[in-house]
């Protein structure tokens, strides 16, 4: 399965990024006019459309932007000249860090606290739970990382408002620096966990609930296993599997939510740099930055599936 999985990597890639290409190239906008002066003529400006290749039809175009990709080369920035492999390769660990602490706090905390709110049903608990999920799943990331902003940066002055690393510590030791990192992390990570931790808390409290009224559990009770085996053993594995799915495909939803999060933290990142092309219309990073997303999104479906065999070996089968 993983073998076929594989093979089909590339043509799905390849899709993705021919239906991104077209749709970008469809948005109102010419990169040319970043180079815009009252000075240049309308031949100079054709002049530069012709060095950057925006003369030619759009299938030329991705062509010849799909060889250079086979050759290592993803092209160079329209606004800087730099290549643009790399660029996203030194915004990539900042990403890494906000979208893999985000991961990891979604998965501490989404599978507990679900199925102890099921278990509870109609507790305190359950209610507190039940009350924090319609909250996150209505307060939109950019408002809570503004708000975020306000109280704890403006208001109560406790953290960083933006940034990454304190700039008088560029230099120094990377344990001189993780102070200084963990402090700015600290908001950006909330804005970035709220709406998807209340999202996967309330469908896996659901996915419990229906899974504590069947046979099998009603059987191993009957068996005289403690409430904490059939819980976290029986009840967890079966609730496991739809949640698998929804965390396989959230994994590019991070890279993505980034966008927000990091414009809004001035958090140096693929997503700010994201934005930044949108802006100026800088389709080479662009591109870039969707060909990393397509293959997160792929590698995110073979991983859910490869879960799917840990947790439930009848699928393998």
């Not at 239906?19 to 948005?27: N, S, Y």
Request: proline share 6%; glycine share 8%; with cysteine.
């Amino acid at each position: 399965m993983i073998l076929r999985r594989l093979l089909l990597f590339f043509p799905l890639v390849l899709g993705m990024c021919l239906v991104a290409f077209f749709i970008m190239k469809l948005a109102p906008g010419d990169p040319t006019l970043i180079f815009f002066d009252p000075h240049l003529s309308p031949k100079d400006l054709e002049l530069i459309r012709h060095n950057l290749g925006l003369d030619r039809p759009v299938y030329i175009q991705f062509f010849y932007w799909l060889k250079e990709v086979f050759h290592g080369n993803l092209g160079y920035s329209y606004v800087t000249g730099r290549p643009v492999l790399d660029m996203i390769l030194e915004r990539m660990p900042a990403t890494l860090i906000l979208t893999l602490s985000s991961l990891f706090v979604v998965l501490f905390l989404t599978f507990p606290l679900g199925l102890l709110s099921a278990y509870k049903k109609n507790s305190w608990f359950d209610h507190g739970v039940t009350l924090f999920s319609f909250i996150g799943v209505s307060l939109p990331t950019f408002w809570v990382g503004l708000m975020l902003i306000l109280l704890f940066s403006l208001h109560w002055d406790l953290l960083p408002a933006s940034g990454y690393i304190d700039p008088a510590l560029g230099d120094a030791p990377f344990w001189q620096q993780l102070p200084s990192l963990l402090s700015h992390l600290v908001l950006p990570l909330i804005a970035s966990v709220i709406g998807d931790l209340a999202g996967l808390i309330r469908f896996n409290r659901f996915s419990v609930i229906g899974i504590l009224s069947q046979d099998f559990i009603k059987a191993a009770r009957a068996r005289g296993l403690s409430e904490k085996r059939v819980l976290f053993v029986h009840a967890f594995k079966n609730a496991a599997l739809p949640l698998i799915t929804i965390l396989g495909t959230a994994l590019p939803g991070l890279i993505s939510g980034a966008f927000v999060v990091e414009y809004i933290f001035s958090w140096p990142g693929m997503g700010q740099l994201g934005v930044a092309a949108v802006f100026s219309r800088d389709y080479p990073i662009l591109m870039g930055l969707m060909l990393f997303s397509s293959i997160l999104i792929v590698l995110g479906n073979l991983l859910a599936d490869v879960c799917y065999m840990l947790v439930d070996p009848r699928i393998k089968q």
